[in-house]
């Protein structure tokens, strides 16, 4: 102990002895004992030492919540008796419910002895008490958020950051809860505040990228998933949500007329999802996604043949088409084995034989096979699997009239989707389709109109 320190610690021996019934010199020693304890070799014994004053403390002054507290730490920390700590951190916490240190101390230790009831008592109790004990609304809050009670912790987060505003995971959690109740705006500014205050909340990102995916808000939701990759190369969640997004991405340009950039898109999507599968090999919607990404990269990519004289260069525009339809093709193809990985891990997944017949009929167009009765029939078959798991899914009974050969059967499977959801526009255009073609001229008509007034362009 260096001299200055002995200094002060005579000076406050001196005011004790002339004063011992003053509970603020017992006290002060305590304070400065149990300080030096943590740096001191003999930190037991010093800490012994304190704790007598803290307990003389208490007898003279028992409104001195401090003193409780660090009797509580010297029970819990020093000698391991938590029963005794317990008592006196309860005490600390009814004299000073503000008393942030005595309350996490306390609830730490029910929390280790599994006694959560009484974490969330004491919790509710201090919060009941005092609108300041923003400790207890803080692990209120989190609590709940542990439990889905998303209301409940919404109210006790929003209090608990008045006291810790600059608490990322409070924010984090905060963000959580108003994602699990849909409201998502008051999500990502909850999720961005989270990741102003530490850039490396991964959590945050990707939740609020995948909050802008299903906004359809591309772009934003893309950058927050490069951020998260940046800070973890390796996470599957960044690496599928930015491959998601590419996907989506790719799908407006696509719509607006951009095969070219949609095509790039998918390049780079096809890229991630790949990587994606090599991380998470048995995660079948990991490798649902690649496939999506491939049936899209089908559909849309751009033929790059040039202008050319017809007279003169027939036989270069016929291989240059024939090269274009290869490139779908072999895209296809591609697409079906992924989904046909992603059904072996999850054959229960109906969604995933409507996307195989799918992209059977695909490779049958470009393979010329489109009218083929005997070739469509596996589509036929696939797409009566999704609907022996799913019967209700509307989208399934639309998918069966498209691969369906017999009118008959293609008629029944939009009139029982219709059954199920009249308001499906699809639905209705897809039947006044079949009935133009079959010459029922006025029925077709009525469909189209109500499929127009469901869906108005």
Known sequence: MSEEDEDVLVRLQQALDSDPENSANHFNLAVYLWKKGDEGDESKSIKSRAAEHFVASAKLNVGNAAAFR???????????????????????????PDDFEAGESFCDSLAISGKESL??????????K?????????????????????????????????????????????GLAYHRLGRFTAAI?????????ENYRIFSLIESGNILLMLRSFRKGIEHFRQALDISPLNVSANFGLASGLLGLSKECASMGAYNWAATLLEEASEIAGACAHLATNFSSVWKLYGDIQLAY???????????????????????????????????KKARLLYQHALHLTPWECNIYADIAIILD????????????????????????????????????????????????????????????????????????LYRKLGENQLAYQAYDRARSLDPP
């Open 189 to 197: 500014k909850s999720y961005g505040r989270a990741v102003e205050l």
């Open 130 to 174: 005092s609108p300041r004990a923003f400790w207890a609304f803080r692990r209120l809050g989190y609590l709940q958020v542990h439990h889905k009670k998303w209301e409940d912790a919404v109210q006790n987060l929003q209090h608990a950051i008045r006291g810790y505003p600059s608490c990322a995971d409070l924010w984090e959690a905060l």
């Open 362 to 433: 695909l490779i049958y167009f470009f393979e010329g096979k489109g009218i083929d009765c005997d070739a469509r029939q596996l589509a036929e078959r696939m797409c009566l699997g999704s609907l022996i798991r799913e019967g209700s899914n509307v989208e399934f009974w639309v998918v069966l009239s498209c691969m369906a050969n017999d009118y008959s059967l293609k008629q029944h499977a939009l009139i029982r989707g219709l059954q199920l959801d009249s308001s499906f526009a699809v639905s209705w255009a897809y039947l006044g389709k």
């Open 70 to 96: 660090f009797l509580g730490h010297y029970y819990g920390r020093v000698v391991a008796d938590t029963h005794r700590a317990a008592k006196c951190y309860q005490r600390a916490l009814s004299l000073d």
């Open 119 to 128: 974490e969330i008592a004491v919790c509710k109790e201090a919060s009941d």
């Open 298 to 332: 089908a559909k849309c990519i751009p033929w790059e043949g040039k202008l050319i004289d017809l007279q003169s260069d027939e036989g270069v525009l016929k291989a240059s088409i024939d090269d274009w339809k290869m490139r779908c093709l072999s895209a296809a």
